[in-house]
């Protein structure tokens, strides 16, 4: 909370520096240290590698973006580093939903997002939900029914408490009085294999992921997680045409340290808003069915307020001990 | 006939010279980063992954491969030659290896090391070739019960495992699946041990464990007896330095039940490297005929896990390319990479890119002759790191050892908890407990407890679900055989000594 002030003065001096070419001031003299909190190959050091990348491909800043990770705590150790590194202008992060999540869940976890300073929301992944190409359930009504019949006896394979799957599921279970069992894998793969395998009865997955078993006529859409239908699934619904409301958002944007001088804040965002203009990051998007989610600082501080504030809503309603 | 023309056509591919160098490029990478503790494969092809951007698909697909595999055959040279696992699959390797090379034959260590390597890994690429989609099936039929069972199964290898005193072993063993319960609990997202440091939410690493009791732990405990300038014997002629016939006939078995195992454990997205190279160096040590000598340096010892951890690579090639499903941190960057370039493995890959499938295949052939090429040479000028005097090689290997799993996480907090597994090595040496089994039961504890909450969370808190399954109540049965045997032993002599008397 201490850091409040500073995000109100933040909020009113953006409209100025939107028009101003204020930004010009700042300039980054060395590379930039990246901070991702996953190791090699997760989803935040992909994304983080290809920013990079796409940067240096589109020459939007005068140097190179050097990716680092820092792992562990499930983002704790990363943030914990932005943390340390007060007032540094040559650091940003990518943040991802478990920055919203671990710092609530765990007291372990001590800096939340809004110790940092949030520049840009970037992206929003939309999911979907699916079933075994085999499975009687044709719709999320046919499965919501199926669970209300049989309470407990239907199976998602799915990620860690406090995750969007199970985030999505305590939404649909609340709304509609329905119940089934909610099996954690620590991977992916492990998740789409004891789908495949008939194991368990449904999973939330992102497209990409899916693509290629939807395609073979594995696996079945029932509903899209997203505001919109995706261009590859133009029939079938999204949770809102379906009647629940339940679409959470896995958000991924950029972060920096904490106390970093408004210009430089000021640079980061002008550096991304034209970023996500380039030709290079709508093909990286449309590639991976990711849909652009830009906000600016002061939008993303809102976002965020609301996200936190309902995501502990969900996880104290689900029994989990909300620390923060 | 689909088989020997989809062949034909990827060697087509894969022996072109831009290919073969590509190939060349990714086994020599994957050596050298193998040989590296801390540094693995997953790393290196993540770093590499945006320079391969400019470069044909098939390509790159043969060069981010070849550092996969190739990383499995640099792993076990430092395992052997100081004791420090070059990344975890090579744990089981140091029992016996490291054994040998003390008692000079670190040479005929590395080569059949680099021959087992060769042997399972071209095993591995066959299985692939010929049964990848019947297998892809096999690997789904497995779900939580059956983990469960082959987690068991590993961890009865503990009575195998355990030197004089098995008491002695069962403690190291309970230490380790302490260990392994540090961190978030994955189905409650509680946070168990780890007294408030968020360092600890995810976990001890594997190798700040590993290097820490096996590497450090030994030179502590080597450190105390300062007596030859040279830590090991290096006998001087180049063929002393190379396995002799009887080593190598020694291995026949090995060889074919490294391939074996490791293949199909490779298969299964949920098991790993580690468990295939703990499971067939305790079936090698089971059907042995002289079971008492393992873990004195016996090359079959060296030649199961080593094979096992190399034939796992075209197992884990199975579910990655014919389901799109990775089993461990190496095969999701690679999927990843498919993914960037456009090619999407899954059901249709080998239907719809024929020559990349094809190619990576016939690659992987080649690849596992240049890495044999490429290793067998190197034995003799490895070992004469060992000529170097005390003074000199235990502070590289600290360094090493420091460096190592400060690159994995780059932070320090991992090169304390190293230090302080060094001391519990050290202490464990000096009070005589054996560190395999603390290692065994690290590496499983945690997918163990998973797998079993796991399957009572699918029938709904019922235990039959372990064995109303075919499968995992076979595995579960053999698991009970083999923490018997040595109680059959003890009975058997106990029967042996009262005829005698009686007699």
Redesign the interface.
Known sequence: MKVRPFYLLLALAIPLLGSAPAAAQFKPSKPIEFVVHTGPGGGADVLARAIATAMEKEKLIPVRMQVVNKTGGGGATAMAYLAEKKGDTHTISAFTGLWFTNPLMRAEAKITMKDLTPVVRLVLEPAMIVVKNDAPYKTLKDFIDAAKQNPGSLKQSAGSIGARDWLVRQLLMKQTGANWAYISFPSGGERIAALLGGHVNMMLIEPQEAGEHIRAGNLRVIVQISEERLPPFPNVPTMKEAGFDATVPQVRGIIAPPGIPAEVLAYWEDVFARFVKTATWKKYLEDNLFVDGFQRSAELNKFIDEYSETTRGILREGGVKVVR | MDVITGLFQGFAVALTPVNLLWCFVGVFLGTIVGILPGLGP??T???L??LT?QMNPTSAVIMLAGIYYGAKYGGSTTSILLNVPGESASVVTCFDGYQMAKRGRAGAALGIAAIASFVAGTFGVIGLMLIAPPLAKF??????PEYFALMCLGLAMVVLLAGKSMVKALLAMLVGLWIAGIG?D??????RF?F???????GVDFVVVAIGVFALGEVLGNMETRESGQMLPVPKGLRKLLPTLDELKACRFAFVNGSVIGFLIGVL??AGSTIASFISYGVEKAVSKHPERFGTGVPEGVAAPEGANNSETGGAMV?LLT?????S?TT??LL?AF??W?L??????IQDNPTLFWGLVASMYIGNVMLLVLNLPLVPLFAQILRLPVYMLYPVIFGISIVGVYSV???LFDAWMLTAFGLLGYAMRKLDYPAAPLILGFVLGDSME?ALR?SL??S?GDLSILVSRPMSAVMLLLAALILLTPLMRKVNAWRVRAIEEGG
């Open positions: 997953a790393a092809i993540a770093m992954l945006p951007f690997a789904l039929s497995f779900s939580s978030t994955l189905f409650t997202a509680e946070s780890t408030g440091n968020a360092e600890l939410l995810d997205p949920g579910p389901l799109g499903i990775p089993g941190g999701a960057i990843a993914i960037l456009g999407r493995p899954g059901p249709l890959m996480s780059s932070s998973r796991q969370m699918m709904q």
